[in-house]
């Protein structure tokens, strides 16, 4: 498995969130996007689980276009973008109906996964 982008290139506007970025996640390694803030990090990140959409460039998964793939990639955002005055099970149900998971399959995916992790008590 490895992820592979090739000169990605958004803007917002007049200005260039990401320029023709370029980087190999090989299997197996530790990989980090390091930069300041406002360097593209985010907007790479939303690019490549199809959040936003990028001007040019291609993302690769397993060597085939990674909208093959989406639907197997999982996000989970930094605390902020979590919502605090809702339930973890609330939470998780808005992300299931992102993908446009019925909301049985959703509880369903959702209470194996708390039981599985042991963190029931967060619900």
Known sequence: ????????????????AVDRLTFH???GKAFGLLGRNGAGKTTTIRSIIGLISFESGSILWKDKPIK???????????????????TVIEQLNFFASL???DKHSANKAIKY???????????
Request: hydrophobic residues 35%.
């Open 113 to 123: 996964w708390l039981e599985k992790l042991n963190i029931e008590e967060y619900k």
């Open 25 to 27: 996640a090989k299997p």
């Open 68 to 86: 093959v793939s989406r639907p197997k990639i999982g996000y989970l955002p930094e605390e902020r973008g979590l919502y605090p005055k809702v």
């Open 1 to 16: 498995m490895s992820l592979l982008v090739t000169d990605l290139q958004k803007s917002f506007g007049v200005n260039k």
């Open 99 to 101: 993908e446009r998971m």
